[in-house]
């Protein structure tokens, strides 16, 4: 009983699958012996024999899926790939949370990607990439890499959301929304840093690192506040509430870098996005960030949910410490939606 859905080789094909989620995706239900998956968040193995890894279909595949996260400033691939022949991919795995399996044949008229949910665990992803030969694959894959990353993103964003939702921080949960009058979700290890007038900061401390959630609201003028300027003005009026270790500092946005601005839709709701790098003004303390902003028609208000990362070690990524707080605008519900 293999839940699959096919991504034929058209653009329209791939822009429906990676908006939706893949909610053509029928999971398999879980029986009881199907065991959990295993793996590190975004790492993808990638079963492949020696010519299609060391040849040009392997070369498409790696530029894709290790292109650099963006605005994170030291070098993060999208994913970490693990390669493994089809003769050596064991029991053990073959229970990963994520799998490309590149399979090349003339039985397969043109190329095509494949997904299979909780095939061999749960929760699991597995992409075949299916083509009639090395060349038309490494093409397709070329050209539509956008919606095989995709596909990885959105099955550990919906990961990130059912760990919150396992673990929620519920005093907190419940701040934010008779606060603001919204459902998010916030989970357990996060902390209150500061509650004023129209504005929350919470944030998660580690030995060597921090996450900061940053909710702010100011009255709606008109179509005005959406620049990238005027984002950047309430941004800096707001986390200028935030301060660092030295007295006299705080927090501003560093503006040689960026930001840049994207707008997106979910579930009718229309936010934009900036994404960029915050410095401390008056300390050496700085990081990426990424913040969400739209319309709250019926209070004629302005929301923007901020979230920052600080991690000054190199060697510490950063990817997924900002993908796990990214990943919480998917989960945010106004009352009146």
């Known amino acids: 009983m293999r839940s699959r859905i096919i991504f034929v080789a058209t653009l329209m094909v791939g822009i429906a699958i990676a908006a939706s989620g893949c909610k053509g995706c029928r999971d398999r239900d879980r029986p009881p012996t199907l065991p959990g998956s295993h793996g590190a968040a975004f790492d993808v193995i990638v ?12 070369d498409s595949v ?24 089809p003769q050596a991919h064991s029991v053990h795995l073959r229970r990963h949370r ?10 397969h008229a043109e190329p095509r990607m494949v997904t299979e949910n909780n095939r061999f665990a749960a929760p699991q992803i597995i992409v075949y990439v299916q083509g009639p030969n090395q060349a038309a694959l490494a093409r397709y894959v070329g050209e539509h890499g956008h919606y095989l990353r995709q596909i990885f993103a959105i099955a550990e964003r919906d990961r990130f959301l059912a ?15 008779e606060k603001f009058g919204f459902e998010m979700s916030i989970p357990q290890g996060f902390t209150l840093a500061n509650n004023l007038d129209n504005f ?11 996450q900061g959630i940053v909710i702010y609201t100011y009255p709606h003028s008109g179509p005005e506040d959406f620049t990238l300027e005027a984002l950047m003005a ?37 936010w934009i996005e900036m994404r960029g790098f915050w410095d401390v003004h008056g300390d050496f303390m700085g990081g990426p960030f990424v913040s969400y902003t739209t319309l709250d ?28 707080l990214e990943s919480k605008v998917h989960g945010v519900r106004f009352i009146e939606d």
Not at 62 to 85: C, D, G, H, W
Not at 98 to 107: G, R
Request: a positive charge.
């Open 297 to 324: 028609a019926p209070r004629n208000r302005i929301v923007t949910l901020d979230f920052y990362v600080y991690s000054p070690d190199p060697k510490k990524p950063k990817r997924n410490l900002l993908r796990q």
């Open 163 to 177: 760990l919150a939702h396992r673990s929620p921080a519920v005093q907190l949960q419940t701040l934010v929304q």
């Open 98 to 107: 994520n799998t490309i399996v590149l399979d090349i044949s003339p039985e």
């Open 47 to 58: 079963v492949a024999n020696h010519s299609a890894w060391d040849g040009v279909l392997g």
């Open 200 to 210: 929350l900061w919470l944030r998660q401390e580690y030995p060597q690192s921090s």
């Open 234 to 270: 309430r941004r800096n009026g707001f986390v200028g509430l935030i301060p660092g270790e030295v007295a006299g500092s705080y927090m501003t946005t560093y503006p040689d870098l960026g930001p840049e601005i994207s707008s997106f839709g979910i579930r009718g709701r229309q």
């Open 62 to 85: 790696r530029s894709v899926m290790r292109a650099p996260v963006p605005m994170i400033n030291s070098y993060e691939p999208q994913f970490y790939l693990i390669r493994s022949t």
